[in-house]
Every structure is written in C-alpha cells, then in structure tokens.
C-alpha cells in the first residue's frame, strides 16, 4: 500500500504538481489550502505517514500548526514534518525546527529533492543493537516499538528524533560527529551551514533531560560532536 502523505499548502499550481510528481513516485498524496483544513483531515483521518507544510497559509502560521500537530496525541503527534517556506530568513527553518518539523525546504525546489527529502526523512534505518530495549537508568528506549519513556512516561518524538536518538543510545559512551550523526540518521551528507542536528538535539534534550540547560544524558564534546552518557542513574 502506498505511504499517505497530507500537503497543507495554499499554492494551488504547487500543490497540483507536487501530487502530481509523488504520486507517479508510488506516494499516495492529498492536498489541502489551509490550517483549518489541514487539522481536520488529521483529527478525522490520522492514517498518514507524514506532513507537507507550508510556513504561510491564509488562515494560520505554519509554524503555529506545526506547533498544534506536536501537541496532538500519537499517531498525529509524531508524524514527520516536511515544512515548504518561501522566507528567506533562516531564522524561520530554525525555529520551525525547534517546534518539531523534521526537515525544511525552501521554495522554489526541485521535485527530485523533495522526493529525497521526503524519503530521507520516512526511512526506518536499521540499529545495530542486539537488544530490543535500551535501558538507561530511568529512560528506556525501545528499538523495535520505537518509542521512548521516562520515569515511565512516555516522551513524545518525532520519527527523525527517535532516529538521531537510537544513533546516539546504540553507541552510548562514544564521540559521533554532526557528519557521523547525518549519515546514521538520513544516509545523506552533512552540509556545511546545515545546523539541523544541532536543533534536534535541542528537541532531544527537552524531552529526555530533567534539564535542558544542564544536560546529564546527551553531552556535547566541543569541536567534536555529541556523545550519550552511559550512567545509568540519570
């Protein structure tokens, strides 16, 4: 069965294409002009497999509805976020990162890398763990449900933060790189200017950590990259 993807976007000749291209690509795509509609689609029919958003809609801000998905509960909740923006102020990326989106493209693009984007950000790469369920003091993660808990709550992920967090855990105690952790978690190499990771461990850390600002569990080694501490009273 074809992955369902729901595109919010007011661009109808965009739109028109976009459908048009991803579903010649095997995706089976719907395509809404605004947030209000957008939303209900997803309240009434969570069955899809990621979101195409636009970051300037008629009736919402992007990043307001990016931020109303994140809330939502499971499945809606943590599906991936494609977010499309015409604003050239990278700002805007970032704080569409920080709100939960797991990737961002800016417009005009090419349809080949949207459908790369697309695809880097639903792929389910394989962990090298022979165990099903990390145990980290009071954080478990588990691989095969690929879910995440915490004092035995549950912390709400996005699909590419669960990866970049299954990256980390599987390799508990070691220095990864930003490049070591692009390619774990997409395939694809690390641009120069592209802090996407960084945002994301940001995410990661409101999550998981009691503190953010004082992390216990992802540390940064400066100049390095990141490493996700084996204690196991944390």
Do not use: W
Request: charged residues 25%; glycine residues 6%.
């Amino acid at each position: 069965m074809a992955q369902r993807l729901l595109m919010i976007d007011d661009d109808h000749r965009l739109g028109a294409m976009v459908v048009t291209y991803l579903q010649q690509n095997g995706y089976a795509v719907e395509h809404v002009e605004t947030a209000l509609e957008g939303m209900a689609r997803l309240r009434d029919d969570p069955d899809f497999s990621a979101v195409l958003l636009d970051l300037m809609l008629p009736d919402a801000d992007g990043l307001d509805v990016c931020r109303q998905i994140r809330n939502q509960p499971a499945p809606v909740g943590t599906l991936p976020i494609l977010m499309l923006t015409a604003k050239g102020d990278p700002m805007d990326r970032v704080v569409g990162l920080e709100l939960g989106a797991d990737d961002y493209l800016p417009k005009p693009f090419e349809p080949r890398e949207l459908l790369a984007r697309l695809r880097a950000i639903l792929r389910r790469p394989p962990l090298a763990s022979s165990a099903n369920v990390l145990q980290f003091g009071r954080l478990a993660i588990d691989l095969d449900a690929r879910t995440v808990r915490r004092d035995g709550q549950d912390c709400v992920l996005t699909a590419y933060q669960f990866d970049l967090l299954a990256a980390l855990a599987t390799r508990a105690g070691r220095v990864l790189s930003r490049e070591q952790l692009m390619d774990a978690v997409t395939g694809a190499p690390l641009d120069a200017f592209d802090r996407s990771i960084d945002v994301h461990i940001g995410r990661l850390r409101q999550a998981i950590e009691d503190d953010p600002k004082l992390p216990r569990r992802i540390l940064t080694v400066r100049g390095s990259g990141y490493l996700f501490a084996r204690a196991q009273d944390v």
